[in-house]
């Protein structure tokens, strides 16, 4: 699994690293969707959003998505518990 802070439209912006709570979420599966990472990720219980990206004309996954928390200490726990952990083939990473 990897992870990296974003720089998404519609998201929050941070301005320091501290304030970074959304994490890129890369190599996914093609049948992986938001209902799927949710239930992944929604025991911390400080899951706030998940969005898979998709292509505009088929709308079909392009395989990787963006997982948003409630705080930058969010974020970071989920980083150092799932980077680079098989969930099955994901990946988290951090920038």
Not at 55 to 62: A, D, L, R, V
Request: hydrophobic letters at 35%; a negative charge.
């Amino acid at each position: 699994m990897t992870m990296m802070p974003p720089q998404p439209q519609g998201y929050h912006h941070p301005q320091t690293l501290e304030e970074v709570r959304t994490l890129w979420i890369g190599d996914l599966q093609y049948w992986v969707d938001e209902n799927y990472l949710s239930s992944c990720f929604s025991q911390t219980g400080e899951l706030v959003s998940v969005k898979v990206i998709r292509n505009k004309i088929t709308g079909q996954p392009e395989g990787y998505g963006f997982i948003e928390f409630i705080s930058h200490a969010a974020a970071e726990r989920t980083l150092q518990t799932y980077n680079g952990t098989p969930m099955p083939e994901l990946k988290l990473t951090s920038v």
